[in-house]
């Protein structure tokens, strides 16, 4: 009896020293641009991984068409730096790893793509300003530079590397597998850490051999706060928010004291300044959306008859299509949001004209204007003077058109002071 406890003991010890011994894998998965979220999330999610040693291996599934190059560097520097080896798997299938992308793929310790990927196309845009012919070299030169060093810090194929940023060239997995861009090509996740077992991999501070056999999967995904950070680096958000805040804060000072549209066009206008540091802005174009505001107010004052609000609806459309100085599409705001929101405004604007001058032509009931074009009678000969009812009311009254005899039914032609001005009815 006691030797079988002796056997459970130690089947009980192996078992739990085993499972102890598993190794952990955190997955950071990101789909969308390089901006100072991404930044915070990639670079941050290593930095603290490291920092805290809660993981043998760090995956980042990536699917991205580029974004900033300051924040692309964040990220290279915290994976160079990283003391946890760092696997950059471009997946799931249909994914890229474009432009800046592909300088966080070349960075990683292990470089693997999913099938129907591609991965390329580094070449340096100009982001919110024009570069001339020498800036642009330059640019161009210290990209290149930068990836040749990374490509052969990781011993992979330089020389395409640096075309990818000269040449904007791009490949897709197997063709990254043949010309050593990648370390293989995975169908899944499960498949990565099945190849990645067993691999020597060279980090900051010496090297370690990957047990990825039996792995224990976390995935760290973005807090609500990135998230919410990241949908206000759209494009189309940041359009749309300017334009709110524009108007809020129109009719705010249009109507003072109504405070709710001054508090959220302030809000939005926050948010939207917010967005656009992370954006390649056209301030020529901003300026374009600041002047189709400013004819729509003009509108409401300058009898144009809808000329000013055809010129704020062009204005906005204009300022919309060219707010972000980008030659990449996902960078640009796109143009099926831009036309309803300029036509939504011009078209407010056009009913608060048209109810205007349907008010300016309307006939008063109420009031002295009330008075025009109604009946009464005369109750006092009116010669040229008299006395008059009208709406079961006694009121003095002249007439600029002959005599009036008593009981005769007249019409009010207008009000001068507390005398009527009347005429014979018919």
Not at 28 to 54: C, D, H, M, T, W
Not at 318 to 327: E, K, T
């Amino acid at each position: 009896m006691r030797f079988m406890r002796v056997i459970l003991f130690f089947l009980l010890l192996a078992s739990w020293s085993s499972v102890s011994s598993a190794s952990v894998v955190r997955v950071l998965r990101f789909n969308g641009v390089i901006n100072p979220v991404s930044a915070e999330y990639i670079g941050g999610g290593i930095l603290k991984i490291n920092s805290q040693k809660s993981a043998d291996l760090i995956v980042v599934m990536l699917d991205t068409p580029g974004g900033l190059d300051t924040s692309m560097r964040m990220i290279v520097k915290e994976i160079l730096a990283s003391k946890i080896p760092v696997a950059v798997y471009v997946a799931p299938s249909g994914s890229r790893a474009a432009s800046a992308g592909t300088f966080i793929a070349m960075s990683a310790h292990i470089s693997a793509m999913a099938p129907g990927t591609s991965q390329g196309s580094a070449h340096p845009v100009a982001m919110g300003e024009k570069m001339d012919e020498t800036m642009s070299k330059k640019v161009e030169n210290d990209a290149a530079a930068y990836i040749k060093s990374i490509a052969v810090e990781r011993g992979r194929n330089a020389e395409w590397a640096e075309n990818a940023v000269r040449s904007s060239v791009s490949l897709g997995e197997q063709d990254a597998l043949k010309n050593k861009v990648i370390d293989f090509v995975a169908k899944d996740l499960d498949d990565l850490l099945k190849q990645a077992h067993g691999r020597k991999i060279k980090i900051t501070g010496g090297e370690v051999t990957l047990d990825t056999a039996n792995p224990s999967i976390i995935y760290s995904d973005m807090t609500q706060r990135q998230k919410a950070l990241d949908a206000l680096s759209n494009p189309t958000v940041a359009y749309i928010l300017l334009m709110l805040g524009f108007y809020g804060l129109f009719f705010e000072l249009s109507n003072p004291g109504v405070i709710l549209p001054g508090v959220i066009g302030g809000i939005c206008l926050v948010l939207g300044f917010y967005a656009m540091q992370s954006l390649p802005v056209n301030y020529a174009a901003l300026l374009l959306l600041l002047l189709g505001v400013i004819l729509f107010v003009a509108e409401l004052y300058v009898p144009t008859h809808g000329a000013l609000t055809v010129g704020g609806v062009v204005s906005l459309i204009l300022g919309g299509v060219l707010l972000m100085d980008s030659a990449d599409d996902f960078m640009k705001v796109q143009l099926a949001f831009v036309i309803p929101v300029a036509g939504a405004m011009g078209a407010v604007f056009f009913l608060a004209l048209g109810y205007g001058f349907f008010s300016k032509s309307k006939r008063r009931f109420t009031g002295s204007e009330g008075l025009i074009g109604e009946t009464g009678v005369a109750v006092s000969p009116l010669n040229p003077t008299g006395r008059v009812e009208v709406e079961g009311e006694l009121w003095s009254a002249r007439t600029d058109g002959g005599e009036i005899e008593k009981g005769a039914k007249v019409s009010v032609v207008t009000k001068d002071g507390p005398v009527l001005v009347v005429k014979r009815a018919g």
